[in-house]
Each structure stands twice: as structure tokens, then as C-alpha cells.
């Protein structure tokens, strides 16, 4: 059975690290979004920021379809050796409900949490940068994977796009790149703006962003 599912996902290879996050999950692989995909054949390591993974659990991968493009720009990752207690998670994950197949593209509204990953309604200061244009705008909720930024000028859909995120917790603004999956135009029942999911950051970025979340969850 295999699911659209947004969650962070850390891959290395060639000595390289890179977080960013899912598109859809299965027992046997996972695809992970990124604008310069590792070459098919090519093995790597996975980190999959599923609930109750420490932050130990390697995961042996070899890459097994590469898209360059748009919405799609990627690879899926196929598991090797996968153990029982890993495969369990994968499996949990899977059978946790429908509403874990929402990703970032979709409006929280107040009282909603139920998704695999919690999104949380939070506002804070984003610069949205799509070429050499650069903007500051609003963000109104958060996840691990994503965020949605009200703008009344929301760049198209499928848009490759940098955000520094200047979130309200005393550290430097935290950067990293982002697709627009969702985009609302002024004028409707819903605030006007954009959709985006992470595709590429560090692990600074990564354990800055979990830090910051962990506060608003004790909220």
C-alpha cells in the first residue's frame, strides 16, 4: 500500500547530508523530494522523522527511480534489510489514517491536529524569495514538513522558492528551500498565500525547526 505522506526525511550520500521531506511511503520505499536527486543505482542513508524513530535509525537504501522536475523533482528510495522493529513504524505509519496523507498544501483550521505530523497555528515573520525578488510576509501555521506564508501575491504552484523563516525563539532566521504546493489567490473564503514544503536545509535547520516546535506543542 503506498501513501502520500509528508515527513522529514535525512538522506547522505556521497558523504553528503540533506534534509528534506516525503511524498509518498510504502513498506518497501519511500519517495524523497529535492531539486538535484542522487543518480539511480546509487545507495544511501536514510533518516525517516517518523513517530517513534530515534534519532539513531539508520535506514539502507538504494535509489531506484530519479525525477528532475517540477512537482515531481525526486527520487524513491528502495529499503534494504529493512528490521522488524523499523518495518513496524513504516506499517504504523501507514495504516494511521487518511488525514496523514495531507501535506502542507492543505489549510489548517483552528482545532485541527490530526494529521501523522502536528501543524500548529503560529504566526512569525517569513521572507519568501522567489529569483531575485524577496519579500516579507506572515506565517500562519507550521509543521516538520512545511508551513503555509499569507502573501496576496502567492507564487504558482510547483514553484521552487527560498524561505527564511525568523522565528520568535532568540536564534539568527533559519533558511531553507521549499515548493509551492498549495497557492490561494486574494479574493476567497480563506486567507490569501502559499503552501510550501521543505526540500532542502541542513541539520542546523532541522534541529532548529523541532526545537521550535516542541515549544509550541507544551503550549
Given at each position: 500500500?503506498?501513501?502520500?505522506?509528508?515527513?522529514?526525511?535525512?538522506?547522505?550520500?556521497?558523504?553528503?547530508?540533506?534534509?528534506?521531506?516525503?511524498?509518498?511511503?510504502?513498506?518497501?520505499?519511500?519517495?524523497?523530494?529535492?531539486?538535484?536527486?542522487?543518480?539511480?543505482?546509487?545507495?544511501?542513508?536514510?533518516?525517516?522523522?517518523?513517530?517513534?524513530?530515534?534519532?539513531?535509525?539508520?535506514?539502507?537504501?538504494?535509489v531506484?527511480?530519479?525525477?528532475?522536475?517540477?512537482?515531481?523533482?525526486?527520487?524513491?528510495?528502495?529499503?534494504?534489510?529493512?528490521?522488524?522493529?523499523?518495518?513496524?513504524?513504516?506499517?504504523?505509519?501507514?495504516?494511521?489514517?487518511?488525514?496523514?496523507?495531507?501535506?502542507?498544501?492543505?489549510?489548517?483550521?483552528?482545532?485541527?491536529?490530526?494529521?501523522?505530523?502536528?501543524?500548529?497555528?503560529?504566526?512569525?515573520?517569513?521572507?519568501?524569495?522567489?529569483?531575485?525578488?524577496?519579500?516579507?510576509?506572515?506565517?500562519?501555521?507550521?509543521?516538520?514538513?512545511g508551513?503555509?506564508?499569507?502573501?496576496?501575491?502567492?507564487?504558482?504552484?510547483?514553484?521552487i522558492?527560498?524561505?527564511?523563516?525568523?522565528?520568535?525563539?532568540?536564534?539568527?532566521p533559519?533558511?531553507?528551500?521549499?515548493?509551492?504546493?498549495?497557492?490561494?489567490?486574494?479574493?476567497?473564503?480563506?486567507?490569501?498565500?502559499?503552501?510550501?514544503?521543505?526540500?532542502?536545509?541542513?541539520?542546523?535547520?532541522?534541529?532548529?525547526?523541532?526545537?521550535?516546535?516542541?515549544t509550541?506543542?507544551?503550549?
Amino acid at each position: 500500500m503506498r501513501k502520500a505522506m509528508a515527513f522529514p526525511v535525512r538522506f547522505v550520500t556521497n558523504g553528503q547530508s540533506v534534509q528534506t521531506t516525503s511524498r509518498d511511503l510504502d513498506e518497501g520505499s519511500v519517495f524523497v523530494r529535492c531539486v538535484e536527486p542522487p543518480e539511480e543505482g546509487e545507495r544511501v542513508v536514510l533518516r525517516l522523522y517518523l513517530p517513534g524513530l530515534a534519532a539513531g535509525n539508520p535506514i539502507q537504501a538504494v535509489v531506484r527511480e530519479r525525477l528532475l522536475e517540477g512537482r515531481e523533482a525526486g527520487f524513491r528510495a528502495a529499503f534494504e534489510d529493512l528490521s522488524p522493529e523499523l518495518l513496524g513504524h513504516v506499517r504504523l505509519a501507514l495504516i494511521s489514517g487518511d488525514a496523514a496523507a495531507e501535506g502542507p498544501e492543505a489549510h489548517a483550521r483552528a482545532g485541527e491536529n490530526r494529521r501523522l505530523l502536528p501543524r500548529y497555528l503560529d504566526r512569525f515573520r517569513v521572507t519568501l524569495a522567489t529569483g531575485q525578488h524577496r519579500a516579507p510576509q506572515a506565517a500562519l501555521n507550521l509543521s516538520a514538513s512545511g508551513l503555509f506564508i499569507e502573501t496576496d501575491a502567492p507564487p504558482p504552484v510547483d514553484e521552487i522558492v527560498q524561505i527564511i523563516l525568523e522565528l520568535p525563539d532568540g536564534e539568527p532566521p533559519a533558511q531553507a528551500q521549499a515548493i509551492v504546493l498549495r497557492r490561494v489567490l486574494p479574493g476567497g473564503a480563506e486567507p490569501a498565500g502559499a503552501g510550501v514544503q521543505f526540500i532542502g536545509a541542513d541539520d542546523a535547520f532541522r534541529a532548529r525547526l523541532d526545537g521550535y516546535l516542541e515549544t509550541l506543542k507544551a503550549r
